[in-house]
């Protein structure tokens, strides 16, 4: 089934943690950390409408100042998500730099910064480029349910898991998806076109039954275009299925309140992309880092029924044995969790369960 979005690590397991969401039809994409993002292109930079930080360690805050030079003089806004601190933090970069010609550029640059406190409230300010990036703060604002981004087709949802710091896990979830019935759609004398973008959000957004919805197609007769009712053509929808939801979790220590953490913000996603920094041979090691082994992230994909998973943030202590790595959070995931020496000597990636392994897999 084709989904509204496509979720890609920016980088290879061993690189800086971070997650590029691309919404195929709205030209537009969601970054989760802002670590290296040399490998994104300028065009893909420039489709970022939001950006979500789970900490401001290096490896997930340093591309800040390639995205600002990107989108610099070319793009009017983005928003920046991040935990404590960050409105200052951010605050901190910009001024680093001087800004003395910036106001003169035609396509003005604003930043909209939000923070969020553990407590669940959160403050914000706006930076502009016409005013050389001096701070605007904003009005103080909360998050109820988790959620941190409230789109017509999607929702971004965040909750602290303790990193010996506070440390955001994300997950992004579509809203319930209308599926058209195709034999109606031909009933109805019309073919599918970019209007049934218009309709499907008429639809989630519970517009008026008399909202018109302009019909444009084209087929080997040509141009067509007419005028629909929302009402009139709630006909040709079949039914509405749920979205796909997709985890984002990095950097946090193995601890019975992370993991009930988890159960509550990512039960039941499609897809997890989940850090698996050290072997569980290294475990000591990851518990003093603050980091999860492969074992544990596996172990943290089975409890919260996680459909598929993708490893991520592996350290570069392990160079060449990245399969190794993948092995473990796979023996953990698909069944009860194996000796650690045994789990480690696997590197087989087969399909032995209902959930798939995934195609992302090393
Ligand atoms: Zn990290
Ligand atoms: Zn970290």
Not at 93 to 113: E, F, K, P
Not at 179 to 203: C, E, N, Y
Request: hydrophobic share 45%; with cysteine; aromatic share 8%.
């Amino acid at each position: 089934m084709r989904h509204l979005f496509e979720s890609r690590l920016v980088n290879d397991p061993f690189g800086d943690p971070g997650l590029y969401v691309d919404f195929r039809d709205e030209r537009r994409a969601l970054l989760f950390d802002l670590g290296d993002i040399a490998v994104l292109p300028p065009r893909k930079l420039l489709r970022l409408s939001h950006v979500f930080v789970s900490h401001t360690h290096m490896d997930h805050f340093v591309g800040f100042d390639q995205l600002l030079r990107v989108v610099l003089g070319r793009k009017s806004r983005i928003v920046l998500f991040g935990g404590p601190g960050f409105v200052a933090q951010v605050e901190h970069r910009l001024r680093a730099y001087t800004w003395n010609v910036v106001h003169r550029y035609t396509v003005a640059l604003v930043l909209d910064v939000r923070e969020i406190g553990t407590d669940g409230r959160g403050q914000q300010a706006r930076f502009s480029s016409r005013s050389g990036f001096a701070r605007e703060s904003g009005v103080p604002f909360a998050c109820a349910d988790d959620v941190l981004h409230d789109d017509v087709l999607f929702r971004v949802r965040g909750r602290f898991v303790d990193h010996e710091m506070p440390c955001l896990a994300f997950v992004i979830e579509e809203k319930a998806r209308p599926r058209v019935a195709k034999d109606r759609l031909a009933a109805l004398g019309v073919a599918t076109g970019p209007w049934l973008r218009d309709l499907k959000l008429a639809i989630l957004s519970a517009a008026p039954a008399d909202t018109p919805i302009h019909l444009r197609w084209r087929d080997q007769h040509g141009e067509h275009e007419m005028i629909r009712s929302v009402g009139e053509l709630s006909e040709i929808i079949l039914d509405v299925t749920p979205g796909q939801r997709i985890g984002y979790v990095t950097d946090l220590r193995f601890s019975d309140a992370n993991r009930r953490t988890l159960a509550a913000l990512i039960a039941g996603v499609d897809q997890l992309f989940i850090e698996s920094v050290f072997l569980d041979a290294d475990r000591e090691h990851a518990l003093r880092k603050n980091h999860l082994t492969a074992r544990q992230a596996g172990q943290i994909a089975r409890e919260v029924g996680a459909r598929a998973v993708v490893p991520f943030h592996f350290s570069p202590r392990y160079g060449q044995r990245a399969p190794e790595v993948a092995a473990e959070v796979r023996a953990a995931w698909a069944g009860p969790p194996a000796p650690p020496a045994a789990a480690c000597r696997s590197d087989q990636a087969g399909s032995d369960d209902s959930r798939s392994w995934t195609r992302a897999m090393l």
